[in-house]
């Protein structure tokens, strides 16, 4: 029963955040309002001007991976050791995704510390900001969310806890060895999106080494820049998309959890391709929003 509230209460979050963004996505009569007042929201970065009320640094970008990192761990090493010492073995394909979210925050984490250099004027909102730590509290959860209840009984000793027998190193391995295929053709579209982000955060990295302040911008190019004007947005959702695959694509939780980063970076992504549009007059014209051949 437990289980089913939690799995409940993941995909309402998800639905709940999901909704308002996707409606903005289209320029719909009479909501024209709502998509102003949720762009103000959802601005960030070289879009938002510093004295905006109710933001923050972007640099607090920080405090995201900062709390992936923490709690994709504490649920990687609960969930992990319940299906060592119980033998569960259904439970693998959860900690086999639970790893693939860890490389990811740990990269996020490495990036926001020595790769990127945010401009002090750099601003996000306030709403936006509490959104990212929503965000990185709930999607390592949707992950394992099916067994969480049994997790979190073992983890406080409700449950018997028997003794692993730590033989030798093949007792990590051979659990994985067992996936189902689709776990590893997601992983291997997890990783594909996973190296261009990388690719594509140093390029944005770098750009400040060829500007003279921080304040000013220039044109990104290389790698998946040359295709679309948020690559980085395009590998996320490559990233996610590869979750869903390794999962078998069975479970609604991961589904909406995709939905909800599709809908944020496509929104995002329209916005920073107007943005350059406007700001340079050489912008490449052929660079779609997102995704090849949506401009």
């Not at 998509?35 to 933001?55: E, P």
């Not at 073995?89 to 984490?109: A, P, T």
């Not at 003794?163 to 579209?189: H, K, Q």
Request: charged fraction near 15%; hydrophobic fraction near 50%.
């Amino acid at each position: 029963m437990e289980e089913v509230g939690l799995v409940s209460f993941i995909r309402a979050a998800w639905i709940f955040a999901t909704f308002p963004v996707a409606v903005a996505c289209f320029p719909l009569p009479g909501l024209g309002w709502f998509r102003t007042a949720l762009l103000g929201i959802a601005k960030r970065g070289k879009i938002v001007q510093s004295k905006s009320k109710l933001t923050v640094p972007q640099r607090f970008f920080f405090h995201f991976y900062v709390v992936g990192v923490l709690w994709t761990t504490i649920l990687l090493v609960s969930v992990w050791s319940y299906a060592m010492r119980e033998h569960v073995y259904n439970v693998w394909l959860s900690v086999f995704l639970l790893l693939l979210m860890e490389v990811q925050v740990l990269r996020r984490f490495y990036e926001s510390i020595y790769v990127f250099n945010y401009s002090p004027s750099a601003r996000m909102h306030i709403f936006g900001y509490l959104v990212g730590i929503f965000f990185y509290a709930l999607a390592p959860l949707s992950l394992c969310c099916n067994f969480a209840p049994q997790v979190f009984d073992f983890v406080s000793g409700r449950v018997h806890m028997s003794r692993p027998g730590f033989d030798n190193i093949w007792m990590f391995v051979t659990p994985f060895l067992m996936l189902p295929w689709y776990a590893w053709i997601g992983g291997a579209i997890f990783l594909w999106g996973w190296v261009h982000q990388l690719r594509c955060h140093q390029i944005l990295g770098s750009l400040r080494d060829k500007t003279e302040k921080l304040e000013e911008y220039v044109i990104p190019y290389g790698d998946w820049f040359e295709y679309v004007s948020s690559p980085h947005y395009t590998a996320e959702i490559v990233i996610y998309g590869g979750l869903v695959v390794a999962s078998g694509g069975a479970d609604l939780s991961l589904w909406l959890l995709l939905a909800f980063v599709v809908a944020n970076l496509v929104f995002a992504a329209i916005e920073t391709q107007i943005w350059y549009r406007h700001k340079f007059d050489n912008y490449p014209r052929n660079r779609c929003i997102i995704f090849p051949f949506v401009y």
